[in-house]
């Protein structure tokens, strides 16, 4: 079978999950389930196949498919192993792994021993247990604000959304106002579709209960919802050395590198749990230790890379080990990350952790860690990566096209994974426009979606009204949805035949990936080029 | 068959005896329950990862799952929750590498909040892996031994 056959993804798997029209898991719940004292094997027939009495939706059938299943292109296991914290734990044995004990300080144990409250002291005894599992030396407070990636109102994740519901109900909150994924849907601009908006409200039937348990533990307005968090606009970019607990994979790897913020990947829940506890297990990409680069890659193209195209190279050889990236300072000037360069690193980033799991990555002369320690980042045993013209083309060579259709036109283009930023709305609706005036045409020749925070939008209205009038008339849309969700929709690739400059979007969806100047002749002319 | 043993990690300790259902290779945990997290099946646990060739359409209702890993989505920790609720959690997870960060997290909230215990063992080692067959009887014992034969 082939990998990505209909879609996979971190976030496209529950993100699909969600838009079933199936019958409420919940109300098929059995609310005794199993638990370990009853627990005793009954050497029931396990070799047996079952089938069970309920039939699977034929549209979940290849839903399996995600990020890291551990098989390769050809379908086949690959051996690859990972925490998926960000941390390699791959030399660890037993007899040393479970004698590992965090130190609390009194205060902590205090909270564990229940005098802050019952839900307090559970909320402890998860971090204390998880800190344990994954060799952490002790719990440090987190500061700046959280992020969290618990976007999506599924059915299937009730009993998590209620076990923070109740947390909710005791008075938690977090340390401070976090920020949030992009909800899964959009239907104001997007989804505005009888079949469509039946299908979200159906299949997001918790998203209610979810944004209702965010609005209480601390998240403003949906205005801030985003993947791309650390954006001006949004505003959460805590300063070099900060300890968090985010979650959100492409926030994790562009805060710990770019704004050198100290965060482990964190699963969903465990994001919200340590902020309301405001403290987390220090462990991985929380050290000086965790922290260090066991590859040197090497950008030696002859020109400026293709950004997601070499991030997809480094997240599929490293996995989760960390690399140390030369080769690409004299495109950031003076060393700067800046909010009109950017979005180079969170292109190149969020191929690295959906490729692989990279959760932190050095540029040399360009991010806080490396500009402060340089090549004494790297482990003395690291291993050196090449990336030149020949391997960047062999990369965009394994990208295949998933359409059904293979040969038809595309549809719709999907600009935006992680979320715009103002440089790239803005960069987008001149680059379209200005080709459109230059073909004499008023209109794109396929809807064009631009994934971005409201904030950042309503700054682009306010700033360039003209320009985006003229977006919206020749058929740019701006919208704060999560751009992958909609690519997991059920019956997706049956209508939609979408391109994108996004390799996130790529490694998770049928989405066709392409570099801007192919993308804009495509939206221009509704054709991909011969030889594209 | 002569008892082998083999130490691991308990990370969520207990005591109890079944037989071995082994996946060589890393377990797809959402992508193993969709009948159960999408069809809201309850009286089976059919592993629908039709890439697991040791595993798929076999029941994974209280099962001892031996596999290196779990692999899959961030979300997977709600698909152990929900597996807990539905009832068709298994009753032991017998990994042979160091467990993942989605599994431990869904494993350890379910534990500690719900009081769903599903033993967990970890670090067991390739050599377990190789020795263990689907069907061979285990004895997980609280201190992370696990006895096959």
Redesign the interface.
């Known amino acids: 079978m082939k990998r990505r056959e209909f879609c996979k993804g971190v976030a496209l798997v529950p993100a699909t999950g969600a838009l079933l029209s199936i019958p409420r898991v919940a109300d098929a719940v059995t609310p005794d389930a199993a638990t370990a004292d009853k627990a005793v094997a009954t050497g029931s027939s396990q070799a047996g196949k079952v089938a069970g009495s309920k039939t699977l939706p034929g549209y979940a059938e290849n839903f399996l498919t995600s990020d890291m299943d551990g098989l390769g292109p050809d379908g086949k296991p690959t051996g690859i192993k990972a925490t998926f914290t960000g941390a390699s734990k791959a030399n660890t044995k037993a007899e040393q792994a479970m004698k590992h004990k965090m130190k609390l300080t009194k205060e902590e144990q205090a909270i564990l021993d229940g005098k802050e409250g019952e839900e307090k002291a559970k909320l402890m005894k998860i971090l204390v247990q998880f800190g344990n599992t994954f060799g952490a030396e002790k719990l440090v407070d987190l500061g700046g604000a959280p992020h969290s990636n618990m976007f999506i109102g599924a059915p299937y994740m009730a009993s998590m959304i209620r076990m923070l519901d109740e947390c909710a109900k005791a008075g938690l909150k977090s340390y401070a106002p976090y920020t949030v994924n992009p909800r899964p849907y959009d239907v104001y601009k997007v989804q505005n579709n009888a079949k469509d908006m039946e299908m979200i409200y159906e299949g997001y039937s918790s998203q209610w209960d979810l944004d209702y348990v965010h609005a209480r533990l601390g998240a403003p307005d949906l205005n801030y919802r985003t993947c791309a968090c650390y954006l001006e606009e949004v505003g959460n970019a805590p300063e070099p050395g900060t300890y968090v607990a985010w979650a959100e994979s492409s926030a994790v790897n562009y805060g710990n590198s770019a704004l050198g913020i100290r965060t482990n990947r964190n699963g969903a829940g465990m994001d919200l749990l340590q902020a309301m506890l405001g403290k987390a297990p220090q462990f991985g990409l929380m050290t000086d230790e965790g922290r260090k680069a066991n590859w040197l890659i090497e950008v030696k193209t002859s020109k400026e890379p293709d950004w997601g195209v070499i991030g997809t190279a480094i997240g599929r050889k490293c996995v989760e080990d960390i690399p140390y990236i030369t080769g690409l300072e004299k495109y950031f000037e003076g060393g700067k990350v800046t909010a009109d360069n950017l979005h180079l690193l969170k292109a190149m980033g969020s191929a690295t952790a959906s490729s692989g799991a990279v959760g932190l990555y050095h540029v040399e002369g360009v991010t806080p860690d490396a500009r402060e320690k340089g090549r004494d980042l790297l482990v003395e045993d690291y291993q050196t990566y090449v990336i030149d013209d020949k391997e960047q083309a062999q990369i965009i060579s394994t990208f295949e096209n998933l359409w059904p259709d293979k040969d038809a036109d595309p549809t719709a283009a999907f600009i935006g994974c992680p979320h715009n930023s103002y440089h790239e709305v803005i960069k987008w609706g001149k680059l379209v426009t200005e080709a459109l005036d230059k073909a004499g045409k008023e209109d794109a020749a396929i809807p064009v979606y631009l994934f971005t925070p409201n904030l950042v939008r309503d700054r682009a209205i306010e700033e360039h009204g003209e320009l985006i009038s003229r977006m919206k008339r020749a058929g740019m849309h701006a919208t704060n949805m999560c751009g992958v969700s909609y690519a997991g929709m059920k019956g997706f690739s049956e209508r939609v035949r979408g391109v994108t400059n996004s390799a996130k979007t790529r490694n998770y969806s049928t989405l066709r990936y392409f570099p801007d100047e192919i993308l804009v002749k495509i939206i221009v002319t509704g054709k991909i080029p011969r030889g594209a | 068959m002569a008892k082998k043993k083999f130490?691991?990690?308990?990370?969520?300790s207990?005591k109890?005896?079944?037989?071995a259902?082994v996946s060589?290779?890393?377990f797809?945990l959402?992508?193993?329950y969709?009948?159960?997290?999408?069809?809201?099946?309850?009286?089976?646990?059919?592993c629908?990862?039709?890439?697991n060739k040791d595993l798929h359409?076999?029941?994974l209702k209280?099962?001892?799952i031996c596999t290196?890993?779990t692999?899959?989505?961030?979300?997977?920790?709600?698909?152990v929750?929900?597996c807990?609720?539905?009832?068709v959690?298994p009753?032991?997870w017998l990994f042979s590498?160091?467990?993942?960060?989605?599994s431990?997290?869904?494993l350890?909230?379910?534990d500690?909040?719900?009081?769903?215990?599903?033993?967990t063992i970890?670090?067991?080692?390739d050599e377990f892996l190789e020795a263990v067959k689907?069907?061979d009887p285990?004895a997980i014992h609280e201190d992370?031994t696990v006895e096959v034969g």
């Open positions: 130490k691991g990690r308990p990370v969520l207990g109890l005896e079944g037989k259902l060589k290779q890393p797809n959402t992508g193993s969709l009948k159960n997290m999408f069809a809201g099946e309850t009286e089976a646990a059919p629908t990862d039709n890439t359409e076999k029941d209280g099962a001892i290196p890993q692999v899959g989505s961030t979300m997977g920790a709600g698909t929750m929900m807990s609720e539905l009832g959690q009753q032991a590498s160091h467990i993942d960060s989605i431990a997290g869904g350890i909230m379910d500690v909040w719900n009081g769903k215990r599903v033993v970890d670090l067991l080692g689907t069907g285990i992370g």
